[in-house]
Nanobody, 128 residues
C-alpha cells in the first residue's frame, strides 16, 4: 500500500510556473502507474498526465501538452509536475494518483480516474 502527499501548490500570476511534488511512502513507485489530475470548482476531475509502467514514459492531455512536464526521482520516491505558462483556467486542486493493479500498464483510459491510491490534493491558483 502506498501513501501519496502532494505539495508545491500556491498562488501564481498568469504566465508563471510552479512545480508540484508527489511524495510516496509505504512502497516504491516503480511498479505503479502514476497520474496527475486536477479538479476545478464545478467541473469534473481531469486527467493531465500518466507515467506508464510499460516504459516509464509519461503521456499528456492536450490541454497541458507543451506546458506541463512530469518527472520522477526514484531515489526520493517522488514524482513532479512542472507547470509552465500557467493560465487562469489552470486554477484547480491538483492530485496525484497511483495504481499497481496493472489496469493502467499503458495508461490507457487513465482519464477515468479509477486509480486506487490518491493524495489529498494541493491548490493551485493562477491569478493576477
Amino acid at each position: 500500500q502506498v501513501q501519496l502527499v502532494e505539495s508545491g501548490g500556491g498562488l501564481v500570476q498568469p504566465g508563471g510556473s510552479l512545480r508540484l511534488s508527489c511524495a510516496a511512502s509505504g512502497s516504491a513507485l516503480g511498479g505503479y502507474a502514476i497520474a496527475w489530475f486536477r479538479q476545478a470548482p464545478g467541473k469534473e476531475r481531469e486527467g493531465l498526465s500518466c507515467i506508464r509502467i510499460s516504459d516509464g514514459r509519461p503521456i499528456y492531455a492536450d490541454s497541458v501538452k507543451g506546458r506541463f512536464t512530469v518527472s520522477r526521482d526514484n531515489a526520493k520516491n517522488t514524482v513532479y509536475l512542472q507547470m509552465n505558462s500557467l493560465k487562469p483556467e489552470d486554477t484547480a486542486v491538483y492530485y496525484c494518483a497511483a495504481d499497481n493493479s496493472g489496469r493502467f500498464y499503458y495508461c490507457s483510459g487513465y482519464g477515468s480516474a479509477a486509480f486506487h491510491y490518491w493524495g489529498q490534493g494541493t491548490q493551485v491558483t493562477v491569478s493576477s
